[in-house]
Structures are given as C-alpha cells and as structure tokens.
C-alpha cells in the first residue's frame, strides 16, 4: 500500500507547485494588464484634453492650421493605437505636435495670459506627469512579469500555460532627445 503512496504523493507536491506558479503568473499578468489600463486612462485623458486646447488657441491663431491639424490627426492614431509600440508612436507624433503649438503660443501674448488657456496648461502638465508615471509602473510591472516567466523552474511550465513575455513601453529616439528652449 506504501508503494502507491509515494507516487501519489510526488504528483499531488508537483501540481501544488504547478497550480501556485500558475496563479502566481496569472496574479502578475493581471498587474501587467491594469497598469496598462492605467497608462490608456491617462493618455486618453490627455486625448479628451487637447479639443479644448485646440478650440482655445484656434481662437488666436487662425493661421496654425497645420500645427492644429496635426495634432487632431496624431490625437486620432492615439485613439486608435492598440499596442504598445502604436500607442509609442502616436505619442511621439503627439507629443512632437504640442511641442510645435508652444512655439505658435509664444507667438501670442494674449493667448499666454488668457485664463482658460493657463488652467489647460497645467492640466496638461500634470497629465504629462501622470503618463510618465503610469509607464514607469507599466515597466515596472512588466520586468517583474518577464523575470518571473524567464526564470526557472516557470519558464518550463509558463509557456505551455500560454504566458509569453511582455512588451516594454518604450519612447521613439526623437522623445529621448533635450528640446532646446532659448528666450
């Protein structure tokens, strides 16, 4: 009766381990996939933020057309972006659009002074500085994730279970370069 015992017992730790790696896994890529969320909330945030600012600069300068337009077409790419390299990629077309508006409201004194428009500055601002937190804690949460389905004894089992490595948030070169701000 020994004899059957034993085994039995063998199987039993090993699914244990198993289910708890599993959970494990599955515990993590849930953490993956709400600091993505999070990272989607604030860039949409940021999305829901611009009409207001466009519709306020517009009406001080006509004549930006083209610096409007395309910070409404990179505005839709963010809308649409489905991974994390599209969300990369119209962030930075997005981001390359407000920095081209600042030059046209420095064109425009009143428009600096105007009320409506400061208080969507620093909304903006503190947006900027919620999406580079959320990517922080997306990353973050991403590495725990990669190590977790690299290491062994997991990575035996991680990819039978279908959890594959995550993909990093990450900026384009042109992102990763000082603006030159001269007065």
């Given at each position: 009766m020994k004899k059957f015992l034993v085994p039995i017992i063998i199987i039993a730790v090993i699914l244990v381990l198993i289910g708890g790696g599993y959970n494990n896994l599955l515990s993590l890529n849930e953490d993956v996939d709400n600091?993505?969320?999070?990272?989607?909330?604030?860039l949409k945030r940021r999305a829901d933020l611009i009409p207001n600012l466009v519709k306020t600069?517009?009406?001080?300068?006509e004549q930006e057309e083209r610096v409007l337009t395309q910070i409404t077409e990179?505005?839709?790419?963010?809308?649409s972006a489905k991974t994390p390299g599209e969300y990369a990629e119209a962030d930075a077309q997005l981001t390359q659009g407000l920095n081209s508006l600042n030059v046209?409201?420095?064109?425009?004194?009143?428009?600096?002074?105007?009320q409506g428009f400061l208080e969507l500055q620093a909304e903006l601002a503190s947006t900027e500085n919620k999406i580079s937190t959320e990517r922080m804690r997306y990353n973050?949460?991403?590495?725990?994730f990669n190590k977790k389905v690299k290491r062994f004894p997991t990575n035996i089992y991680a990819n039978m279970l279908g959890f594959d490595k995550r993909e990093y948030f990450k900026i384009n070169?042109?992102?990763s370069e000082v603006p030159n701000v001269d007065f």
């Open positions: 600091s993505w969320a999070q990272v989607e909330n604030v600069v517009k009406g001080y300068a990179a505005r839709s790419k963010m809308s046209v409201v420095e064109n425009y004194p009143d428009l600096k002074a105007n973050d949460n991403v590495a725990v070169e042109a992102d």
